[in-house]
């Protein structure tokens, strides 16, 4: 650890160099993430894992009280780097007097690194009263320039399965009961060939619905970062890959972790072909996602993200209806926190952004306006006696 100067002589503020300890206060802590993990920051595709910084307080028995991953990020067009926190910073208490000792020093520490701001999404409920106020004191000004969308969507797994199953919508229900009769199974995959397997589904659907794929380095480096052997040596999260097959083939696959009592859905694919579509295997994986998240002790399953506005028509509603039939509820956070480091920098900056944000959104709403006449051209074809009720766009999204 790299000891820093304080205003308090009961608390110190560090580069955490301690893997474990930093782990096992973010899984124990109320608003610790998946993203905050000491691993998140090493997974190829996501920065550069030795130049993130691990900034942390500390009291004087040497126990962790606040902490923040900083993931350096490269901005668009320009030489400095910004620092990122995806889902943080983790303190327990908006009024702790560590807050503002772990944010003085992750400035300094930022901006010694040559970043020119520090950009967080802290893992904080929308509604919360006091939070945004705690952030405006430290320096933060809210933005819409997101990296990570603020909704998710979050299954309650406390019930049992039955109660699961019945507060599932009923062609959900459906679906996952006739997948062992059309002879789908499902196996958590291992390995190179079912790396491979899944990235070729991952990048088929990215494909189909227009969405970016990261290199599989990065899925292969999160598989090992969080294997089980990793999760139990250094107390983080534990991932899995599991693979939906028909007659041997894989035809879906998902990535899912697990860290404290929360599980998360990250990474899905599935075939496109006609013949593959038809047995929807995606209800059947995604509820032994359930299943495995929950016999390793989780208690909500967050399906990430889902759009801010739900409205069909906006981009991922059909996503979005996918997730919500098997139960659950809408979880938003607060709105992005920027600190400038060099305002000369970072106000220009922000300018470009919001204009090739527009560009972006003008061209995603031009494929979405594609993509629904497609649905109604194809509205005409006969539904056979059973099949899903879903909307078209669920479709879309859930095979």
């Given amino acids: 650890m790299t000891p820093a100067e304080t205003s308090s002589s009961a608390l110190r503020a560090a580069l955490i160099a301690d893997r474990r300890l930093w782990n096992e206060f973010v899984a124990g802590a109320p608003n610790g993430h998946l ?14 894992g030795a130049g993130s910084l691990r900034v942390g307080v500390l009291d004087g028995d040497g126990r962790l009280v606040a902490a923040m991953l900083l993931v350096r990020s490269k901005a668009t067009g320009m030489r400095a780097p910004f620092f990122y926190a995806p889902r943080g910073p983790v303190c327990a208490d908006p009024h702790s007097p560590a807050l503002p000792i772990l944010i003085d ?15 967080a999404e802290p893992n904080i409920p929308q509604d919360d009263p006091t939070w945004p106020q705690v952030f405006k004191r430290l320096g933060f000004h809210p933005t819409d320039h997101h990296i990570y969308l603020r909704s998710v969507w979050v299954t309650d797994l406390r019930p049992t399965e039955d109660q699961l199953l019945a507060n599932m919508m009923t062609t959900w229900r459906q679906n996952i009961r006739a997948g062992a009769r059309k002879g789908l199974t499902v196996r958590i995959g291992s390995g190179e060939a079912d790396l491979d397997a899944f990235y070729r589904l991952l990048v088929e659907t990215g494909a189909r619905d227009q969405f970016y794929v990261y290199p599989k380095d990065l899925y292969c480096d999160m598989l090992e970062n969080y294997s089980a052997e990793r999760a139990a040596r250094d107390a ?10 028909h007659e041997g083939e894989p035809i879906a696959a998902s990535t899912i972790a697990i860290l404290g009592a929360w599980g998360w859905n990250l990474h899905s694919g599935s075939s496109g072909q006609s013949e593959h579509r038809k047995l929807r295997p995606n209800y059947l994986l995604q509820w032994e996602c359930m299943r495995w998240v929950r016999a390793h002790g989780g208690e909500q399953y967050d399906w990430r993200t889902i759009p801010d506005v739900l409205e069909p028509g906006e981009e991922l509603y059909g996503v979005y209806e996918f997730k919500r039939g098997f139960g659950g509820a809408v979880r938003r956070v607060m709105p992005t926190q920027d600190l400038p480091l060099r305002p000369a920098l970072y106000w220009p900056y922000v300018g470009l952004v919001s204009l090739r944000r527009a560009q972006q959104k003008r061209k995603r709403a031009a494929f979405e306006r594609r993509r629904r006449a497609q649905v109604t051209a194809a509205k005409g074809a006969a539904v056979s006696p059973g099949q899903s009720a ?5 479709k879309a999204s859930a095979q």
């Fill in 35 to 48: 993203c905050q993990t000491w691993e998140w920051a090493d997974n190829s595709g996501e920065a550069t």
């Fill in 105 to 119: 020093f992750a400035r300094r520490e930022a901006r010694r690194a040559g970043g020119f701001f520090i950009r």
């Fill in 236 to 245: 983080t999260a534990q991932m899995a890959l599991l693979l939906c097959e």
């Fill in 390 to 394: 879903v909307s078209e766009s669920t």
